[in-house]
Nanobody, 110 residues
Framework: VQLQASGGGLVQPGGSLRLSCAAS????????LDWYRQAPGNQRELVAT???????NYAESAKGRFTISRDNAKNTVYLQMNSLKPEDTAVYYC?????WGKGTLVTVSS
């Protein structure tokens, strides 16, 4: 199983980023996938989940600003992040089952 996250970077407060996670090594269309994040000094926390049927769930901090989606044809899960705040600064990780991808750093700063 491989989960390769990308799309992080430096963005100003109020800006947007789209993270991508390219997956391989399992039956993607049957999997529930998540995005987690970990800020310096904090525990890793769940940000958003998408099930195989397309149902989604979000942390309170992400509701109304973030959107998780999946493209089963491309074996890719996305996290669209809008109205970013400095407190969104973290390493973002793609997760499936017991597998974690390498994170991608998101820095929100002016």
């Amino acid at each position: 199983v491989q989960l390769q996250a990308s799309g992080g970077g430096l963005v100003q407060p109020g800006g947007s980023l789209r993270l991508s996670c390219a997956a391989s090594g399992f039956t993607f269309r049957l999997a529930t996938l998540d995005w987690y994040r970990q800020a310096p000094g904090n525990q890793r926390e769940l940000v958003a989940t998408v099930t195989s049927g397309g149902s989604t769930n979000y942390a309170e901090s992400a509701k109304g600003r973030f959107t998780i989606s999946r493209d089963n044809a491309k074996n890719t899960v996305y996290l669209q992040m809008n109205s970013l705040k400095p407190e969104d600064t973290a390493v973002y990780y793609c997760h499936m089952g017991t597998y974690w991808g390498k994170g991608t750093l998101v820095t929100v700063s002016s």
